[in-house]
């Protein structure tokens, strides 16, 4: 079974920086594609980023420039870096691995608070 645990969330200021880390187990992490979400209060669930196998990547408009998805397969672990950030950008992100049928970690709060 694929698990996924997601670290590295918190309290972070206005234009600061914060990196979340995203621990696989379970499989073969190198053939899966990665992605983080986000779930912001009362609002749907969305795509942040994600990196495919090969590491190709792919942002949503709102972090383009500002975050960055990489993975590291000798370490089964992918992470998001993400600077600037704003209030807009509090959210619980959630790490994936497989796509929307796959699998999902439980999540680690961002919260951009001055």
């Known amino acids: 079974q694929v698990q996924l645990v997601e670290s590295g969330g918190g309290l972070v200021q206005p234009g600061g920086s914060l990196r979340l880390s995203c621990a696989f187990s379970?499989?073969?992490?190198?053939?899966?594609?990665m992605g983080w979400y986000r779930q912001a209060p009362g609002k749907q669930r969305e795509l942040v980023a994600a990196?495919?196998?090969?590491?190709?990547?792919n942002y949503t408009d709102s972090v383009k420039g500002r975050f960055t998805i990489s993975r590291d397969n000798a370490k089964n672990t992918v992470y998001l870096q993400m600077n600037s950030l704003t209030p807009e950008d509090t959210a619980v992100y959630y790490c994936?691995?497989?796509?929307?049928?796959?699998?999902w970690g439980k999540g680690t709060l961002v919260t951009v608070s001055s």
């Open positions: 990196i495919s196998n090969g590491g190709r990547t």
């Open positions: 379970g499989s073969i992490f190198s053939i899966y594609a």
């Open positions: 994936n691995a497989g796509g929307l049928k796959g699998w």
